[in-house]
T-cell receptor
Framework: GAVVSQHPSRVICKSGTSVKIECRSL??????MFWYRQFPKKSLMLMAT?????????EQGVEKDKFLINHASLTLSTLTVTSAHPEDSSFYIC????????????FGPGTRLTVT | GQNIDQPTEMTATEGAIVQINCTYQ??????LFWYQQHAGEAPTFLSY????GLEEKGRFSSFLSRSKGYSYLLLKELQMKDSASYLC?????????FGKGTRLHILP
């Protein structure tokens, strides 16, 4: 099946710094990528949808200036958490959908962000 | 608006059958997913229903009634490794919107 990777898998940063998380589709071209966050024992919350070469569409309540998303190529999307605070600590998961799939999304393994 | 409801937790015994229900209200509905998620891992795809009816895939079956806004996931011959969260999710305007998930505990 299709493979999506995320890097890093875990990151610890200090308050006020920025952190970049990469999401890559390894064996297919991802026209659309999605970013989710998940708090402990809670479900995944969709943050934004990004299409290659265009601006991301953010869900209501998600600050676009704080969570910068770039989808510069068909295999890579990045999420940058700017000026991170402890409340940004969460599990961030990306998913990708290819041209050949009308609905199926393939999830990355997730990135655990801890802000101290 | 949108609303996806499923029980928070369920417990079942190894070898038994369990049914996890999900009700939803959402605009732009295209279909319904079920995902399995083990703690600290990404969700893995179980099923996708677009049309009404039951779809069986090995030990897992999924049912959808679009008119009732209702779905269920049926797990047979439960194994300890089935202990996980099961996420009901709607395909809404080509986005996947998740419910809060049901944590399933399997007892030996």
């Amino acid at each position: 099946g299709a493979v999506v990777s995320q890097h890093p898998s875990r990151v610890i940063c200090k308050s006020g710094t920025s952190v970049k998380i990469e999401c890559r589709s390894l064996d297919f071209q991802a026209t659309t990528m999605f970013w989710y966050r998940q708090f402990p024992k809670k479900s995944l919350m969709l943050m934004a949808t990004s299409n290659e070469g265009s601006k991301a569409t953010y869900e209501q309540g998600v600050e676009k200036d704080k969570f910068l998303i770039n989808h510069a190529s068909l295999t890579l999307s990045t999420l940058t958490v700017t000026s991170a605070h402890p409340e940004d600590s969460s599990f961030y998961i990306c998913s990708a959908r290819g041209v050949q799939s009308a609905y199926e999304q393939y999830f990355g393994p997730g990135t655990r962000l801890t802000v101290t | 608006g949108q609303n996806i409801d499923q029980p928070t937790e369920m417990t079942a015994t190894e070898g038994a059958i369990v049914q996890i229900n999900c009700t939803y209200q959402t605009s732009g509905f295209n279909g319904l997913f079920w995902y399995q998620q083990h703690a600290g891992e990404a969700p893995t795809f179980l099923s996708y229903n677009v049309l009404d009816g039951l779809e069986e895939k090995g030990r897992f079956s999924s049912f959808l009634s679009r008119s009732k806004g209702y779905s269920y996931l049926l797990l047979k011959e439960l194994q300890m490794k089935d202990s996980a969260s099961y996420l009901c999710a709607c395909n809404r305007d080509d986005k996947i919107i998740f419910g809060k998930g049901t944590r399933l505990h399997i007892l030996p």
